[in-house]
């Protein structure tokens, strides 16, 4: 994705308001989350964001290794620095800007290893207690015009996967056979392969397709459903044979380019049984509610307690979002990474935001059976949300 310098000057000036709001002069940044946000690939160095008058001034970055990434950009506010430590000299020399106790890093993304060293870089020996993983991810929650743009480009790639899914299961498949052809598929339509999610202790690779009773294993990772999957990876598929009367929930990522969707939907064989049926019809109905009443202005955790309450007045309740260990959230925020703020809890203290994108994913898990539920991405506009994921939302019946 190529970014203007129109959409990086607007992207700097959130920053440097976010950073005046805290009193810090300026954010020394390293992660690949905030360099794909700032220049829309990934580059091994450190991108400075003063607070200063020079609104149009666009970031200075400090390239670590030969890059193509900044080709046509400013020369005169790109540096090679194979090390941090040839950051302050070159900063205070062109542009008399000087590293700090007043200086905001990423305490959520740095070792601390790496927090000492970026330490050294200021007079007195210390940096600002803001944590500047949190800034930014707040700042990126909400989305630019062409960010949304390129969002909605890519949903629409993510949606060709369950067009197709149907046609790609034969009667006698396991789940993870099935997820194959899926993934095959994707990296067909230009999937990168893996998707970004933030947390030291958060990995996964394209997504989850749980079949039977496999869709009732907790994960060790904060998503909504889990999986055994495989001892190195320990989520998701696990070879379950699809049987008559099983479900497959299938929930792969869009992660097609620097920005992700996200979409489930269900599928099974066989008869279900009516409660199961009921449920799945509950999280349609949940969305539909979404659609109806969620604008800018309504409370995030209003949308958990709708569920909540839906759900105990169906009698679902121990279905609801896992089996033996039931998530706290029915959704979550999208960008760079696949769980931004905000998060769908009855706690999140916020409200929604014209340009936030979300994914919903009110699911349900029943033993020997599996999972149902539907999850599509909306984008929250002006006067409401718009579904860029629009595809029927009933389950589908595959051949036996």
């Not at 929930?249 to 489930?264: H, K, R």
């Not at 066989?270 to 409660?275: K, N, R």
């Not at 014209?354 to 919903?360: K, P």
Request: net charge negative.
């Amino acid at each position: 994705m190529n970014i203007t310098n129109k959409d990086l000057s607007y992207k700097s000036l959130r920053i440097k308001k976010a950073l005046a709001e805290v009193g810090a002069s300026g954010i020394l940044l390293r992660s690949i989350p905030a360099h794909l946000y700032l220049t829309g690939s990934v580059f091994q160095g450190y991108t400075y964001i003063p607070v200063d008058n020079d609104e149009g001034a666009l970031p200075i970055f400090f390239v670590e290794r030969p890059t193509a990434v900044f080709n046509g950009y400013d020369s005169e506010r790109v540096f090679s620095a194979y090390k941090p430590e040839l950051i302050p000299d070159l900063l205070h020399k062109h542009f008399g800007y000087q590293i700090g106790s007043d200086t905001v890093v990423e305490l959520g993304e740095l070792t601390v290893t790496e927090y000492k060293r970026l330490s050294r870089l200021s007079p007195t020996g210390t940096l600002s207690d803001v944590d500047g993983t949190t800034l930014m991810r707040n700042v990126r929650s909400i989305k630019t015009e062409e960010e949304l743009t390129e969002i909605r480009r890519l949903a629409l790639r993510h949606m060709e996967l369950y067009r197709v899914a149907p046609y790609l299961y034969e009667k006698g498949m396991t789940d993870i056979q099935w997820q194959h052809r899926l993934e095959y598929q994707m990296r067909r339509r230009g999937s990168i392969g893996i998707f970004r999610a933030f947390g030291s202790r958060m990995e996964i690779f394209m997504g989850n397709v749980s079949a039977g009773d496999n869709a009732t294993m907790p994960a060790p990772y904060d998503f909504a459903l889990g999986g055994a999957g495989a001892p190195a990876m320990p989520f998701g598929a696990d070879g379950t044979v699809i049987r008559p009367g099983n479900t497959i929930l299938v929930d792969l990522a869009g992660n097609y380019g620097v920005y992700t969707t996200d979409i489930s939907r269900t599928y099974y064989v066989g008869e279900l049984p009516e409660i199961v049926q009921k449920a799945h019809a509950l999280s349609e109905s949940l969305h539909r509610w979404f659609e109806e009443n969620v604008r800018p202005g309504v409370a995030v955790s209003a949308v958990y307690n709708h569920c909540m309450e839906e759900v105990k007045n169906a009698a679902l309740q121990e279905y609801f979002m896992g089996h033996d260990y039931q998530a706290k959230f029915v959704g979550h925020g999208l960008g760079i990474e696949i769980n931004e703020p905000p998060v769908l809890t009855a706690k999140w203290k916020g409200d929604f935001q014209e340009g936030m994108v979300i994914a919903l994913e009110p699911k349900f898990t029943f033993s020997s059976i599996g999972a149902v539920g539907i999850e599509s991405t909306y984008i929250i506009t002006r006067d409401g949300v718009e579904n860029i994921t629009p595809l029927p939302t009933e389950m589908v019946q595959l051949d036996y």
